[in-house]
């Protein structure tokens, strides 16, 4: 026990609120190439699982991206912030409507299996191209799914124009505050 303004606090509320700093920061890095079998379970790559142990026994979101061809593999906590969010646009402006429809799409929550798999729906993986090989790769709060070829042709065409890329998008971040 630990006592704060007169209250005993609990070594419980202590980890629960660890618990929910470490959730909010979700921040996974690296790109990892693996298979899918034909059943269409991809075995997620070790290093990719250990960053994912902290979720392990909780449910996923999978989704098509609206933007490239791949999917997007979401903890619960960062579709839920997520989600939240787009919930909050108004539903009779019709561009809202429109964006949502398309963001919402195809969306398959899943759960990691006993040995580490994710189940990958025919649909996803029809919009996503993915056939043998697979690349998963870390985007800030969520994993892109990709088949291998199309994620090192998208990594190829951005990085011809990548300067350019970095000074419209970086341009403008202010970096002394840091």
Excluded: H
């Excluded at 990892?32 to 079998?37: E, H």
């Excluded at 034909?38 to 999978?62: C, E, T």
């Excluded at 056939?131 to 990085?159: H, Q, R």
Aim: proline content about 3%; aromatic content about 12%; hydrophobic content about 45%.
């Amino acid at each position: 026990m630990w006592e704060k303004n007169g209250k005993v606090v609990f070594l419980w509320e202590i980890i629960c609120i660890f618990a929910k700093i470490f959730i909010a920061m979700v921040d996974f890095i690296g790109s990892y190439d693996c298979t899918i079998d034909s059943k269409g379970r991809v075995i997620v790559p070790a290093p990719l699982k250990r960053q994912l142990l902290p979720f392990a026994d909780k449910k996923f979101i999978v989704k098509r991206s609206a933007s490239r061809p791949c999917l997007e593999f979401y903890v619960m906590e960062e579709w839920d912030k997520l989600r939240v969010k787009v919930n909050r646009l108004n539903p009779f402006v019709k561009d809202n409507t429109d964006f949502k429809r398309v963001l919402f799409a195809g969306i398959k929550e899943v759960e990691l299996d006993a040995v580490g798999r994710i189940l990958l729906t025919k649909d996803l993986l029809a919009y996503s191209g993915i056939s043998k090989e697979v690349t998963m790769a870390a985007s800030g709060n969520i994993i892109e799914v990709w088949d291998k070829a199309l994620y090192e042709k998208a990594i190829a065409e951005s990085s011809l124009n990548f300067s350019a890329l970095a000074e419209k998008v970086m341009g403008q971040v202010d970096f002394s505050q840091d």
